[in-house]
């Protein structure tokens, strides 16, 4: 088996070259004025881990871990924060122990264990979360903190080729999920960019965001009933196709990032393999002309399944042009019919905006046959292509980057059309002051588009300075903070897919309605009476946990 990184993203041996790291010093070490200093991961047996305060039960030993490989790799999710500490040889807060149940009734046992120990425990998928959201701080007020890796549960339970739906265990990944559905000819056609290394259960607690640009896109739109185990007991949801019957219960589930229980399985909506494509790339004088074109598409019904609008530097940054246009990169995709129509209509569409075709990489596949893993162009060439490549290697990348010396990290939220125009200006004003009060005013900052609604946009920021030995948590502390306060005050929402965790804490709290704040409070009151499930995710933990104060 291929061995995951401990340190940062995807698994060891891939990723950018030492002579692609170069090559990419090379470039961008001038353009930001990179000091030189490089960040290597340190020796795993290097690092020093306090004790466990917490004994293995002899019940639970065949499942449950104090290694120091396993309390590591278990320690951080894959944010900027986390990618620095773990190259400084930091590791705060790690797991007192990992469990890795193999059933359903294992995860129950694992529950049942850390309510009656005063012990919390952390949820873990494919521990891709760029929020905080599996790292173990979850403050003094507990005896110890427990990791619940759900991997081991990793099947496809049952395939209903006559509703179109599959039942599948939360700790499947991505690769492997498609792997199994496709003797039958089906996908779940959800490929976020954490796909390679990111499971089932963490995008159902997190309300990811897939491959579809203008939808069905979040996991909410194919979860057609969904199991989950709490502190207390199973709670699951009938399979329907839609359901007026009170409020949904599937939605208590979805996006509760682990404060409710354990996902342990769910009913999904999959489709047939599609076998015809067709699209390209467009490029447009301005990002303003780009934006028009997209909302134009995204309310023109035609429902394109890639929809990504990259601005200037961001196509110039990702391969996909010259720094001079925008570029749009536009697809439709099915499994039963070729999509000339559609393809000629929307660049009809982006013509009336200003929008130019690119004719080396705009394609139509009226043959049809079946798709492979990737799901974000056309399979068109020149920028789509270029754009595909960047993307699947981006947080690879990212990590590059950070060794360079760089700080790196993206940031998404949603508004509606109505706003957008003034929320990309002041969180890139916002971003750049940010960067100059950090001494990092040579760096940078993009804007893409990563997905389109008939009301509004979800913009995907970029953005890459010159980092500071020592100070990069600081730096990064500084503008994430400015690039949120824009966001909430510019109308937009915290997270379109990133989830909350407990870097968005602070923000997530201003934006909810302060009722609903209290019935979700109250809902885990009911589910996790200890208090133990992600404690400071969502909501604080309980004042005295457990009997367990704080100091």
Not at 265 to 271: F, K, Q, S, T
Request: aromatic share 6%.
């Amino acid at each position: 088996m291929r061995s995951r990184r401990w340190w940062g993203w995807g698994y060891e041996g891939e990723g950018l070259s030492d002579e692609e790291r170069a090559g990419l010093a090379a470039v961008l070490g001038p353009r930001i004025a990179l000091d030189g200093h490089r960040l290597d991961p340190p020796d795993l047996g290097e690092l020093e881990l306090p004790v466990a305060r917490l004994a293995m039960p002899k019940a639970l030993a065949g499942i449950v871990s104090d290694e120091l490989e396993e309390r590591v790799g278990h320690s951080y999710g894959k944010s900027f924060r986390d990618v620095v500490r773990a190259l400084h040889g930091r590791i705060d807060h790690p797991p007192d122990l990992v469990a890795r149940p193999r059933s359903e009734s294992e995860v129950a046992a694992v529950l049942d264990w850390c309510a009656s120990s005063g012990t919390a425990v952390i949820p873990y998928g494919g521990g891709s979360s760029v929020v905080g959201g599996v790292e173990p701080d979850v403050g003094h007020g507990y005896a110890a903190a427990v990791t619940l890796d759900v991997g081991a549960l990793d099947q496809v339970l049952e395939v209903d080729t006559v509703s179109g739906a599959a039942r599948v265990q939360a700790g499947v990944l991505g690769p492997a999920l498609e792997d199994q559905l496709r003797p039958y000819g089906l996908t779940l056609r959800h490929f976020p960019q954490s796909f390679e290394v990111s499971s089932l259960g963490g995008w159902i607690a997190t309300r990811s965001g897939g491959h579809f640009a203008t939808g069905p896109t979040h996991i909410d739109d194919l979860v057609e009933s969904v199991r989950m185990v709490s502190p207390v007991g199973v709670l699951e949801t009938r399979r329907l196709p839609a359901s007026g019957a009170g409020p949904s219960p599937d939605r208590l589930v979805l996006g509760s990032e682990g404060i409710l229980g354990v996902v342990t399985e769910a009913w999904l909506r999959v489709l047939p393999r599609p076998r015809f494509r067709a699209g390209g790339s467009v490029r447009f004088a301005s990002f303003e002309r780009g934006v028009d074109a997209v909302r134009a598409l995204s309310q023109s019904g035609l429902a394109p399944s890639n929809c990504r609008l990259l601005d200037p530097l961001e196509a110039l940054v990702n391969g996909a042009g010259d720094g001079a246009s925008a570029v749009l990169i536009v697809g439709f995709e099915s499994a039963d019919h070729p999509l000339g129509p559609w393809a000629a209509r929307a660049a009809e569409l982006v013509g009336d905006h200003g929008g130019v075709v690119d004719p080396a990489g705009w394609r139509v596949d009226e043959q049809g046959g079946d798709a492979t893993r990737g799901g974000d162009a056309a399979r068109g060439g020149g920028a789509s292509q270029a754009w595909r490549a960047s993307f699947l290697r981006g947080p690879y990348v990212r990590d590059a980057l950070v060794r360079l010396g760089a700080l790196c990290d993206t940031f998404e939220t949603a508004c509606i059309w109505d706003r957008f125009a003034e929320l990309h200006r002041d969180v890139t004003e916002a971003v750049r002051a940010g960067l100059e009060e950090v001494g990092a005013g040579t760096g940078f900052v993009t804007c893409r588009f990563t997905h389109a609604y008939p009301d509004g946009v979800a913009p995907y920021f970029t953005v890459v300075g010159p980092a500071r030995l020592g100070a990069e948590l600081e730096q990064w502390d500084t503008v994430k903070a400015a690039a949120s306060e824009a966001v909430l005050h510019a109308g937009g929402t915290i997270t379109h897919h990133h989830a909350v965790g407990r870097d968005h804490r602070p923000w997530y709290d201003r934006q909810r309605p302060e009722l609903f704040a209290q019935s979700l409070a109250a809902a885990k009151a009911v589910l996790d009476p200890e208090g133990i499930c992600n404690p400071g995710v969502l909501l604080d933990p309980p004042r005295h946990p457990l009997g367990h104060p704080s100091p």
